[in-house]
């Protein structure tokens, strides 16, 4: 058959791409997205190759239905971004290219609304001051509008008209009293993030250290692929590094796009206002776009298409933006580099930061991988002299120097007698009281949410499990209900043991909501706040909650790892660790190197800004070798013990792995998927290179009444690794007898 077809790759676990006839108006091209048929259903595809003919024959070929307008072809390089990324981590360049893209592209019914202009209400100060104080106290409706409203900052005319069909008339009065402003976004134009600063005329820019100016020269003097490591002690003043790079790479290319990634969705406003404000008189307010996953649907398609179209010149973003479509990219950046949040954990699990790297090599420009506590993979690197290490030493602020970090020795305390607060020891106790006195703020990380592990019955021995996964259930007081955190089961707190009928039933363990509420009693006085995942389940109400930080109006913040990442507090004087020995024994030869990260930062929150920054660390193991580094704040020797450990122990970065995980209805049923996936892969040619090791059930072995193990798989070699990953996989697929199979290369957690 001769006329104009098109392949095209869908979001379908196959490597297959598909043929559909081409009939209309406007020339295919690769990169472009259309609407096809696929069986019964219209779904997107992306046009991969454009030919004079198909095998497909001609009363079986079906027809492109339509073409998305508001998406210009996606390039030649993005395309190969997405086969290389298909490719890699073992998936089709369908199931990787089309979940890349915004939802509201994947969806052909919204394609015309995307060229629509958006209308919507955003809060003014005036409104943020008002509501909901100004409203009737019984027009619920009224509330609820205007707490979606400060929830978000803005409403489009979709949301308000869902939350109340008069909505919008209420917002127009609301308008005419100055509370709200009416917006309207015609397509092209890239959304102007809510909440920016207003432009400060005269930008207060450092004068770089010693330390900083060689960095920003190394990265300006790159040429071509240019991979850095800037290893930089908490408060050195990495982001300054990074805004002068950027600075200096637009003004010699004025037309260049940056790509500056961080690992969380709450470090993306301070990020955003740093980057505003200092280019404020060189970029719109437009060029400046965030890519995450808190973006509202039509808000992230409008942002993602600046990006592709080269509106926006500097995208930040979570890991998800790494794989945006960013035609001019001359840089990259990737903020705290060693994140685990970098790694996807679902679907593609990609590393956001191995395809950073990956692009800068793609396109021969820089990237710069920042971070206190390098991940030993990049340190290595740089040990090999394949990325360029750059050196902060010293903090920043003239007088600000790294905290001097302190264990107490929980034993100790105890054989001594010395008085404890519900888990929270006389030291600390002392030191955050000295603090509150000073008008200084403590900081207690603590990396358990909830009030308690679990809830137990000394009399009979009974613990609180989850029916349906082989769990304890997590008790939450001031939701009063126990909480699986695995699969969402939720109950309330039994009145007296279900087994014996005993009353007694006590917490066992400490979380932060028991934290929290220990430290009132403690510190007489304080004001005490919480962040985790519970307090910030409301969109927007992190933000609001690290702004009362940042506004003094709290004494004593005590949350998870939320707290522990990139924020500058400025008045925090104190940082207190507890129950971090858990991780010390771990099965995972990945938790130490976790855990000294996460000390390392949380660490670096203590004295940023000229205040004496003191850590205290509770534990019961004060002579373990990881809080002696931590103590001397001494991430290089740390880094290389471990990598003499790690080669030792043959592990990565001196192996290359990858993991098989399989659930089924039974362990049984999941670990003979598992032999047989091995035997198969023992018979493909050339496997001697990739060794395989038994199949293991999972820690969590029951999670929603599935069973869950994994087949871990290594080689010297990455190269034979992925040949032989690629040869397994007919064969997995024609495996039966679980629900669920999947792969992951270069695994983070064993
Ligand atoms: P890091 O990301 O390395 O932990 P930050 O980039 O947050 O550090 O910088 C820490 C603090 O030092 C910030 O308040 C920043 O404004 C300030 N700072 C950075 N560079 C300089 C400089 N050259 N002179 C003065 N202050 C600086
Ligand atoms: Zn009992
Ligand atoms: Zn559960």
């Not at 790694?343 to 793609?362: N, T």
């Not at 198969?680 to 395989?692: C, N, Q, S, T």
């Amino acid at each position: 058959m001769t006329g104009q077809y098109v392949r095209v790759a869908l979001d379908h676990p196959l490597d297959a791409l598909y043929d559909y006839r081409y009939g209309l108006d406007s020339a295919p091209a690769p990169g472009m997205l259309v609407r096809v048929p696929f069986g019964r259903r219209d779904v997107v595809g992306l046009i991969c190759e454009v030919n004079a003919h198909s095998d497909v024959p001609a009363n079986k070929i079906r027809d492109v239905s339509a073409v998305c307008a508001a998406c210009p072809p996606l390039s030649a390089q993005w395309l190969a971004l997405a086969g290389f990324a298909a490719d890699y981590y073992q998936r089709g360049l369908g199931e990787v290219a089309l979940p890349a893209l915004p939802q509201a592209l994947r969806d052909p019914s919204r394609w015309a609304r995307l060229l629509a202009p958006e209308e919507r209400y955003r809060l003014s100060p005036q409104g943020r001051a008002a509501l909901p104080d100004a409203l009737p106290a019984r027009a619920q409706a009224l509330r609820r509008l205007a707490q979606a409203l400060s929830g978000a900052g803005e409403l489009d005319v979709a949301a308000a008209r869902a939350l109340h069909p008069k909505a919008i008339a209420t917002l127009e009065a609301w308008c005419e009293a100055g509370w709200v402003e009416h917006e309207r976004i015609e397509f092209g134009a890239a959304a102007s993030a809510a909440h920016s600063a207003a432009p400060t005329a005269a930008v207060d820019v450092p004068r770089l250290s010693d330390e900083q100016a060689d960095a920003v020269e190394a990265i300006g003097a790159a040429s071509g692929f240019a991979p850095f490591l800037l290893h930089g002690v908490t408060g050195s003043g990495k982001t300054e590094v990074y805004l002068r790079a950027l600075a200096a790479l637009l003004e010699r290319d004025p037309g260049a796009q940056a790509l500056v990634l961080v690992p969380e969705i709450n470090l993306t406003p301070q990020f955003e206002a740093a980057f505003r404000t200092r280019f404020a008189a060189t970029l719109a307010d437009e060029a400046i776009v965030t890519l995450h996953s808190g973006l509202a649907e039509g808000e992230r398609a409008r942002n993602w298409l600046a990006a592709h179209t080269g509106r926006a010149r500097i995208v930040l973003g979570t890991r998800l933006a790494v794989l945006a479509s960013l035609p001019r990219l001359a840089m990259l950046v990737v903020d705290e580099e060693h994140d685990p949040a970098y790694k996807q954990q679902e679907g593609l699990r990609y590393s956001a930061r191995d395809l950073a790297v990956w692009r800068a090599k793609q396109l021969g420009v820089p990237v710069v991988l920042g971070s206190a506590t390098p991940s030993l993979e990049s340190w290595w690197q740089a040990e090999q002299g394949r990325y360029t290490r750059l050196t902060l030493a010293r903090r920043a602020i003239a007088d600000a120097v790294l905290p001097t970090v302190k264990l107490i020795d929980l034993e100790e305390e105890r054989r001594r007698g010395r008085a404890s607060f519900e888990g929270l020891s006389g030291p600390l106790v002392a030191a955050m009281k000295a603090r509150l006195e000073r008008g200084e703020q403590s900081l207690v990380f603590l990396n358990r949410r909830g009030y308690a592990p679990t809830l137990a019955c000394d009399a009979c021995g009974w613990v609180a499990g989850c029916p349906r996964c082989s769990a304890y259930v997590v008790l939450h007081k001031p939701e009063r209900g126990l909480r699986c955190h695995h699969c969402g089961w939720e109950s309330r707190i039994p009145r007296s043991c279900p087994e014996c009928g005993n009353v007694d039933i006590a917490p066992m363990g400490r979380g932060t909501q028991r934290i929290e509420e220990a430290l009132a009693s403690a510190v007489p006085g304080a004001r005490v706040l919480r962040i985790d995942a519970d307090s910030t389940r409301r969109k927007g109400s992190a933000q609001a909650l690290f702004s009362d930080v940042h506004a003094g109006e709290v004494d004593i913040l005590v949350g998870t790892q939320m707290i522990a990442k990139g924020h500058d507090f400025q008045r925090v004087s104190l940082v207190g660790v507890l129950n971090a020995d858990n991780a010390l024994f771990s099965h995972d030869f990945r938790a130490s190197e976790r855990l000294f990260a996460q000390l390392m930062q949380v660490s670096g929150r203590a004295g940023r800004a000229g205040l004496a920054g003191e850590v205290l660390v509770q534990t019961r193991y004060p002579r373990h070798a990881l809080y002696h580094a931590l103590a001397r704040q001494d991430y290089v020797g740390f880094a290389n013990t471990q990598i003499a450990e790690r080669r030792d122990a043959h592990l990565p970065p001196f192996v290359y792995q990858a993991l098989l995980r399989a659930e089924g209805r039974t362990l049984e049923a999941a670990l003979t998927f598992l032999a047989q996936a091995a035997e198969a892969l023992a018979a493909i040619p050339g496997a001697e290179r990739v060794m395989a090791y038994d199949a293991v059930p999972l820690t969590i072995v029951k999670v929603m009444n599935v069973h869950r193990a994994q087949l871990l798989v290594e080689s010297q070699s990455r190269a034979a690794l992925q040949a032989t990953l690629r040869a397994w996989q007919p064969a997995l697929r024609a495996l039966r007898g679980v629900l669920r199979w999947n792969l992951e290369v270069d695994p983070l957690d064993i």
